[in-house]
């Protein structure tokens, strides 16, 4: 499977962006999709996850109350909508996917997911 993340950009602080997660080669239908972001120098960090079939979702502690997950099944996109951006949000945001059905603990793990998108910059002057 082929994952293409797009939507990134600069913006000013308090502005918004929406990413876009499309697959190629298998449809969102099982598993989870999830999103997350690096700096340079810095680990890799959880975002946000979306997991079927129950389309539930988790966020990290940096996206609570600003940043949104969702999908589009008929084309075959999950989508990162990002509101209220900080010159901290300023990173590479990457999308991840996995056929399994990861439990809760493990959404927020890189390993978790196998199939990894290019990356996306997210640029938010101050």
Aim: hydrophobic fraction near 30%; charged fraction near 15%; include cysteine.
């Amino acid at each position: 499977v082929q994952l293409q993340a797009s939507g990134g950009g600069l913006v000013q602080a308090g502005g918004s962006l929406r990413l876009s997660c499309a697959a190629s080669g298998r449809t969102f239908n099982k598993g989870a999709v999830g999103w997350f972001r690096q700096v340079p120098g810095k680990e890799r960090e959880f975002v946000h996850a979306i997991r079927w079939p129950d389309h539930s979702t988790y966020s990290g502690d940096s996206a609570k109350g600003r940043f949104t997950i969702s999908r589009d099944n008929g084309k075959n996109t999950v989508y990162l909508q990002m509101n209220n951006l900080k010159p901290e949000d300023t990173a590479v945001y990457y999308c991840a996917a996995t056929t399994n059905r990861p439990i809760t603990s493990a959404l927020p793990s890189p390993r978790t997911y196998t199939s990894w998108g290019q990356g996306t910059q997210v640029t938010v002057s101050s």
